[in-house]
């Protein structure tokens, strides 16, 4: 049986992403747990995509910028400032 993971001839390449898109950019939950998260992952390497923040209200790339940042600073703290601004870097 084959995984989803698999065409008929053998396994596929991951496709690779254009952009990270987030809905609801300036909620708590993006807030709290994924600006956290898009950090790690910017520490280990895997991020190099645009993120792109998508929000029902508006909000220049300079406020999401700040956000980012605040959120870093609550929840954590920075401790790998380069990663921080490289994360900074990718947000649109």
């Keep these: 049986m084959q995984s989803h993971h698999e065409a008929a001839d053998g396994p596929q390449a991951a496709a690779a992403s254009d952009a990270l898109v987030l809905f609801g950019v300036t909620g708590d939950l993006v807030h709290k747990m994924v600006f956290p998260a898009l950090l790690a992952l910017q520490r280990q390497g895997e991020l190099k995509v645009p993120v ?41």
């Design 52 to 92: 792109i923040g998508v929000a029902s209200s508006p909000s220049s790339v300079e406020q999401t910028q700040q956000r980012v940042r605040d959120s870093i600073e609550q929840h954590g703290g920075v401790d790998d400032a380069p990663a921080l601004e490289r994360l900074l870097s990718l947000i649109r």
